[in-house]
């Protein structure tokens, strides 16, 4: 990149929940020398290949967060499992072999936790991956973002490339999808419990027994953590990773029950009836807790708890639901 030159910053996802939050840092640090270039997926479908190496031939960023992914639930990746792995594995080999052909020295890959074996020691840490069974109701969207991991590290080995891969805990904030089929734990039951709220429906059932326990970050911790990653000076980067196993874990350090993060949501919203359980339904893995040990050392750490990230979340959601219904 020449000095004279503002830095260009490619944020792919950008309307996703975590690439936005991603946008929402980079502008925050106000750095007047920088250019952040987004897309549509009516201006640019990540599948198709020639368009994302058009895209970059033409843009010529000087570094991508790559935050585009297909996502959703439990539910929705039993009754997808072709599409996420299909879509998931595209957008990431697309963007990734423009980004080295086009001279991308510099680039971030979001991936997600579910790359664990379903039954890994906890708190999960870097070197569990690959060494057991995975989660079947969410395997094809986990074998793609491993995938992901492995691009990142072979394009590295064989062509000097800085590419660097950042996995999350279970996020949830502003711009979530709050889908009633599609959507993940946090922004299901937000939903849920508000609308009860308002029909005052004397009952929520909840999926499962309420006993596995999940971990959560608020999403602009997660892009205060992935900004941080990306601006650590190679060599501090190396010295925390290996070549084949370069992935950081992104986690808060706690976890709560289901059942637990059911009724903190049914305070939040205001919903003062019953939670149940629907023991006949799937819980998943019984226990998912990041070890984030390697991003401690490097020096950053979460801000926001998950009463407070929840108040805000449930704000935007009440945002959301007044331009919907305006």
């Known amino acids: ?14 309307r996703g929940m975590v690439g936005s939050a991603i946008v929402r840092r980079l502008l925050a640090q106000g750095i ?49 499992p072709a599409e996420f792995i299909y879509e998931n594995l595209l957008i990431q ?17 979001l991936g997600s936790s579910c790359i664990y074996p379903k039954l890994a020691p906890q708190p999960m840490a870097e070197e569990t991956l690959l060494s057991g069974q995975l ?24 062509y000097g490339t800085d590419y660097r891969s950042v996995m999350p805990t279970n996020l949830y904030g502003p711009g979530d999808n709050y889908h009633p089929e599609n959507s993940h734990v946090i922004p299901a039951l937000i939903r849920r419990f508000h609308e009860a709220r308002i029909a005052g429906t004397p009952e929520v059932v909840i999926w499962g027994t309420g006993k596995p326990r999940r971990e959560f970050l608020f999403v602009d911790d997660m892009a205060a953590a992935c900004v941080y990653i990306m601006n650590l000076q190679e060599g501090i980067y190396q010295q925390y990773t290996q070549p084949m196993l370069s992935h950081i874990n992104v986690g808060y350090g706690e976890d709560v029950s289901i059942a637990e993060l059911a009724q903190t949501i049914a305070d939040t919203v205001g919903y003062t009836g019953r939670v149940a359980y629907d023991v006949n339904q799937p819980d998943g893995a019984p226990r998912k807790l990041m070890d984030s040990g390697r991003l401690r050392n490097l020096g950053w750490r979460p801000t926001i708890s998950l009463v407070e990230g929840l ?16």
């Open 135 to 158: 989660e079947p109701t969410n395997e094809p969207y986990a074998v793609a973002k491993i995938a992901g991991i492995k691009l990142c590290e072979s394009y590295n080995r064989q």
């Open 32 to 80: 007047s020398d920088t250019q952040i270039i987004t897309r549509t997926h009516a201006e640019l479908d990540l599948i198709d290949q020639a368009a994302v190496r058009a895209f970059f031939t033409e843009e010529c960023p000087d570094q991508v967060y790559l935050a585009a992914a297909k996502v959703g639930g439990i539910h929705a990746n039993n009754t997808f």
């Open 311 to 326: 108040a805000q979340t449930y704000k935007s959601f009440l945002s959301q639901e007044e331009l919907r219904c305006a």
């Open 1 to 14: 990149m020449n000095a004279n030159c503002p830095q260009r910053i490619y944020v792919a996802g950008h």
């Open 93 to 109: 080999a697309n963007i990734i072999e423009a980004a080295y052909r086009n001279g991308v020295k510099k680039l971030l890959a």
